[in-house]
């Protein structure tokens, strides 16, 4: 990044030095089969990994302190705090810089769409949280009257801001808020000179089509991109547009990364859930919203997921190619999946603080 811009007020990207990262530890049961006990090895295989590049704040409820503090590698801080679930990179803070200060803005979060097309309710825990860890790190935090989430924009940490407008215009999100209105306030709140709007994200997603699993930056002016080039795909046309969208507005070098052979729910995976009235059925035979660009950045390295498939060996050839600064590492990342979303999404940069 051009030195001349590291001081001035903007949104930090992902791909610069983090202090640390918040990862969160689950408990549901309607979301993680098997009394969450899969999801739960899987963030500990997760975070030890992390905790290898940097500190890991792991948030965890107090009565899961007894049976974590035996089992967590050096390098993971536990934090007890409240949360309804384990999405850290869309009820956790954004990060932006504003008068040579750190600070965090605290969006409004309501699962997704609602009582009536959100995954589950209540949410009211993980619509403070973001609040809440922002005063653990001794954060000054930004009220922004929007419901957004992280994981439904990237930014290229200099004035330009990627997102859908299936996620923030839907009428579950912000209803009656105008194009025009929600840009400015995302200019003004991210300190954005552009916003550059694919019209949506990947089809099926329980999001609305987060940013996420479409795309991500990989440094200014350089973006991977999902791809297919099967016809049949309902990705197929939807990412042809984003990458006409993405040429017309932002200069930049385009890496296509094929989606994975397409994932579906287990009947012996959905038999481990939970069904009940507040949170939306996952059965048996459901698309999982698999993707390989929802990846995480670390200090030197990045985390890649892979899904067995026929795809994972070449996907990782492409990202040693493009990432060939950082260490590459890659974790079999079906279960996060089996909750809707992937390693991008359970996990949240904490920039380098000071």
């Known amino acids: 990044m051009a030195g001349s811009r590291v001081m001035e007020d903007r949104c930090i990207a992902e791909f610069e030095e983090h202090h640390g990262t918040i990862a969160m530890y689950p408990f549901r049961t309607d979301i993680w089969r098997n009394n969450a006990e899969h999801m739960r090895n899987y963030i500990l295989e997760l975070v030890s990994v992390i905790a290898k590049y940097e500190v890991v704040y792991l948030v965890c409820r ?3 302190l007894q049976e974590l503090r035996p089992v967590v590698p050096e390098g993971v801080v536990l934090v007890p705090m409240e949360y309804d679930d384990i999405w850290a990179r869309d009820i956790g803070p954004t990060f932006i810089r504003e008068a040579g200060k750190i600070k965090c803005i605290n969006w409004k979060f309501n699962s997704w769409g609602g009582v009536k097309e959100g995954s589950y309710h209540p949410w009211d825990k993980d619509n403070a949280f973001a609040t809440e860890i922002a005063s653990y790190l001794g954060l000054e935090v930004k009220d922004v009257k929007l419901v957004f989430e992280g994981g439904a924009f990237l930014t290229d940490g200099e ?5 859908t407008r299936s996620v923030i215009l839907n009428r579950n999100r912000n209803p009656f808020k105008s194009l025009q209105y929600v840009d400015e306030l995302l200019k003004e709140s991210l ?7 694919l019209k949506q994200g990947l089809a099926f997603d329980e999001t609305n089509g987060h940013i996420d699993n479409v795309m991500s930056i990989v440094r200014p002016h350089e973006i991977c ?3 297919t080039d099967d016809k049949t795909d309902p990705n197929y046309k939807r990412l042809r547009r984003a990458e006409q969208q993405i040429n017309e507005n932002y200069e930049c070098i385009i890496h ?4 994975p052979t397409a994932q579906y729910m287990a009947a012996s995976e959905a038999s481990g ?4 009235d507040n ?5 048996s035979g459901d698309l999982l919203p698999a993707s390989y660009l929802n990846y995480y950045y670390v200090n030197g390295g ?3 997921p892979v899904f067995g498939c026929p795809e994972d060996d070449m996907v990782m050839e492409l990202y040693k190619n493009i990432f060939s600064d950082r260490q590459i590492e890659s974790i079999y990342s079906r279960e996060p999946l089996l909750g809707g979303g992937g390693i991008h999404c359970i996990l949240h940069e904490i920039p380098k603080l000071g």
Do not use: H, S, Y
Not at 191 to 197: D, K, L, Q, S
Not at 256 to 259: E, F, N, S
Not at 273 to 276: E, G, I, W
């Open 62 to 64: 107090d009565c899961d």
């Open 159 to 163: 004035g330009t801001v990627f997102t």
């Open 191 to 197: 300190f954005a000179e552009r916003i550059v709007w």
């Open 225 to 227: 991109l999902a791809w």
């Open 256 to 259: 296509k990364i094929p989606l």
């Open 273 to 276: 859930l939970t069904q009940n």
């Open 279 to 283: 949170a939306i059925d996952r059965e």
């Open 302 to 304: 990045v985390i890649i």
